[in-house]
């Protein structure tokens, strides 16, 4: 039984695809029936000076059974958040669709983009493709905030689109029961609740590590609270950590703040202007194998936003992996209803204040939130787990007919 899974305007070499995508396809090929075929549109650019690369990943996929179809188009990446003039042009990946289609007879077409599904309402429409829309983000709201900021004319068609991509859509994938509940009300009978998937190591996998680098950074005896994953002016904004530290004063005697971002540069510029935070930071740039070794060193992860989120983003599952209590404020929703649902560690309110009993109470109950966090990371999120629910899906679209 042949699938399609369709990946456009992302690098299948990025971090997040490989760790998001290629580990759990070929996790789904080896536990299932399922042949995957991995469609990638990709622009004529990186398809030339990529080559050598494609070839190897190719073969490595290969021995997962994974079958790699890499199909040169014209576009740039960035289209990822595709205003309503570049929509033309996406409509050129449906010929290759619908050739492969009728070579391999796809029982589903599982598209994890929204631009990507744009051009899918032909294939539902005259060839009966059975589409799987997988939504890793509030697509339309998060662009609002950066991308498309006063384009009237792309958030009115996305708007529009948005709806009609629910309606072709056999199944509709969320992240967390806050977007379901809040965003897809009127489609529940359609929506599937799959959070993102996470690597989970070994329980003491890096103790040595850990103890290495605190001792080298001075910070052995100091409560290390961590950041991780990159800031940008819409969502995830360095001055928002700076502002917790800023009403949480009292934090200060022993506290890092330990930042992993790719941002490095930027972000230390705007530390340098934070003298609350003198001293009292680290920041590291890792390749996205190493994230779990270097989460270890830290006490507890932060995530909070000045704009209400309704997921639960990869850095809490990130978190929750290497058995760091989270600290979320109201605004991260979709987080915020599985920390205060599990006891995986604390909601705060959009003022940033943490209160200090509160605090203190997780400091004193780390170990025991610590094994809570891994034990709900390893149920619920880790790689195995969320492969064996695609492949449930899978099973009920083409057995059951839902």
């Known amino acids: ?25 070929k996790l789904i090929t080896n536990g299932s029936k399922y042949n995957i075929h ?5 622009p004529i650019k990186i398809y030339v000076t990529k080559k050598h690369d494609i070839t190897d990943l190719r073969s490595n996929l290969a021995k997962d059974k994974v079958n790699l179809h890499v199909i040169p188009i014209f576009y740039r990446e960035h289209w990822f958040c595709a205003k309503w003039y570049h929509v033309p042009l ?14 391999y007879n796809f029982a589903i077409l599982h598209v994890r983009s929204f631009p990507g599904a744009i051009p899918l309402h032909i294939m539902a429409r005259f060839y009966g493709a059975k589409i799987i829309l997988d939504t890793r983000s509030d697509f339309v709201s998060e662009n609002m905030l950066a991308a498309w900021k006063n384009d009237l004319l792309t958030i009115k068609y996305w708007k529009k689109q948005e709806n009609k991509l629910y309606d072709i859509s056999k199944k509709i994938i969320v992240v967390s029961d806050v977007y379901k509940d809040e965003k897809l009300s009127m489609f529940n009978d359609k929506v599937e609740i799959i959070p993102n998937n996470v690597f989970i190591a070994s329980n003491s996998a890096y103790n040595n590590f850990k103890y290495t680098y605190r001792k080298q950074k001075n910070i052995l005896n100091k409560i290390v609270f961590c950041y991780l994953g990159s800031f940008n002016y819409a969502w995830n904004k360095i001055e928002t950590y700076i502002k917790f530290f800023e009403s949480n004063l009292y934090l200060l005697d022993n506290i890092h703040f330990y930042i992993i971002t790719q941002n490095k540069e930027e972000v230390k510029d705007i530390l340098k202007t934070s003298h609350v935070l003198t001293g009292k930071y680290t920041l590291e740039s890792v390749k996205s194998e190493d994230v779990p070794k270097y989460l270890s060193v830290a006490d507890i992860g932060l995530q909070l936003m000045a704009h209400q989120d309704s997921r639960i983003g990869i850095k809490v599952v990130e978190y929750l992996a290497a058995g760091l209590p989270v600290i979320v404020n109201q605004n991260v929703r979709g987080a915020a209803s599985i920390i205060e649902k599990n006891k995986l560690g604390i909601v705060i309110g959009n003022d940033y204040v943490l209160p200090k009993y509160k605090f203190d109470e997780l400091i004193k109950s780390k170990d025991i939130i610590s094994k809570r966090c891994r034990k709900f990371a390893i149920d619920n999120f880790s790689n195995e787990a969320i492969a064996q629910r695609y492949i449930k899906l899978y099973d009920a679209i083409i057995h059951n007919g839902e």
């Open 38 to 42: 991995l469609l990638w549109f990709c």
């Open 1 to 25: 039984m042949n699938i399609a899974y369709i990946v456009f305007a992302e690098s299948i070499f990025s971090p997040i695809l490989c760790n998001q995508v290629i580990n759990l396809l």
């Open 90 to 103: 996406i409509y050129q990946i449906i010929f290759p669709i619908i050739k492969l289609n009728k070579k």
